[in-house]
């Protein structure tokens, strides 16, 4: 099988650490060519990752190179306007969560795939975590098997702490002035203050948007935002209630992010590793009290020594292949940016 010819827009610190080491190291797939406006730092991480091709800019690359795929790793304030230039390539594209920096570009990334013929993945990564493909599994069957009853609750907690526990210890660093930032056009139905705490929602919390639109799957919508920030309320498509706790407390030098999904009879918890910690999976305890003359038990099963980010890599090259559908593409993206709207909206009244 021949070796997919990758190209990489963006060598920042997301880029490095969280995307590009872990493409480099894949065995089906070689990066070709690196876009990356910063010489210093372009030509230090081409020459550490063993990519033959350097780009100033990411339009040069895409005229120049034959490309199977992109990883297109920028802030999601560019996302309206960089992606749907990508896309133009027509190959497969990977980005950054959250899809775009608002609704109104969010639906314009949308419309540049469905006319380009392709698919772009976007960077959920809690998705491709060992514990979270394990426990929609576990979630699934039990809620097939009616073995502990009906689903009664979802609830996710994300205190803020170390979210890089030592995943930037290898960034290459260099002198070179920050690259020109050239963000897409503010929404208009938001004034300055509102856009900001949109923009810091989406920054912050829109994995566990994401997350429990999985977790529960099925669609949900906001019902409530407590006025501190503290506590999202939801409502699913079936009625079902659902939570997101946001930073209740804080950690120091510990990630303590958590999901809970109730059943009449038990439940499953999922416990999720901070996301730039390397070859550490989440774990899955499933609590299981049927009743009758079974005892109740709990498992955990014992997951491999994956994380999320390379597994991410995996899946998205699966993808391009034909092999597996991308974990989250960008028609269900645009919905976390509808959501986060919607929560601000009740929030600020705004």
């Not at 929404?187 to 856009?195: E, H, L, Q, S, Y």
């Not at 706790?245 to 109730?262: C, G, N």
């Amino acid at each position: 099988m021949e070796k997919l010819r990758i190209g990489f827009v963006g060598a920042g610190a997301m880029g490095q650490c969280a995307h590009l080491k872990n493409y480099t190291v894949l065995p089906d797939c070689q990066v070709v060519a690196l876009a990356e406006p910063r010489p210093q730092t372009a030509k230090a991480v081409a020459a550490r990752y063993g990519v033959p091709k350097v780009y100033d800019d990411y339009r040069r690359m895409l005229v120049a190179e034959k490309l199977d795929a992109i990883v297109a790793s920028q802030p999601f304030g560019r996302h309206g306007s960089m992606l749907s230039e990508i896309l133009s390539a027509k190959v497969p594209v990977f980005c950054e969560k959250p899809l775009a920096g608002s609704v109104e570009m969010g639906e314009k990334v949308v419309a540049t795939v469905k006319s380009s013929g392709t698919f772009l993945m976007v960077g959920y990564h809690k998705r491709s975590d060992p514990a979270t493909v394990r426990a929609k599994t576990e979630i699934d069957r039990l809620r097939a098997s009616g073995q502990l009853g009906c689903v009664k609750y979802v609830r996710i907690l994300m205190p803020a702490g170390d979210w890089v526990a030592g995943g930037f210890n290898d960034l290459i660093r260099c002198d070179d002035p920050p690259a020109p930032d050239t963000p897409d056009p503010a929404p208009r139905d938001m004034d300055k203050a509102t856009f900001d705490a949109y923009t810091a929602f989406v920054n912050y919390y829109i994995h566990q948007v994401n997350l429990m639109r999985h977790l529960l799957g099925e669609p949900y919508t906001v019902a409530y935002a407590e006025p501190t920030g503290v506590l999202f309320v939801g409502r699913s498509e079936s009625g079902l209630p659902c939570t997101i706790e946001m930073t209740p407390y804080r950690t120091t030098v510990d990630w303590q992010e958590s999901a809970l999904v109730a059943f009449e009879r038990g439940y499953v918890r999922l416990d999720l590793p901070a996301p730039l910690a390397a070859n550490r999976a989440g774990r899955v305890e499933v609590f299981l009290d049927p009743g009758g003359a079974v005892a109740p038990e709990t498992v955990t099963p014992q997951l491999p020594c994956v994380h999320a980010m390379r597994q991410q890599a995996v899946n998205f090259i699966l993808a391009v292949r034909g092999k597996a559908p991308p974990p989250c593409g960008a028609d269900e993206a645009l919905e976390d940016l509808k959501i986060a709207r919607e929560y601000i909206r009740l929030k600020t009244g705004k």
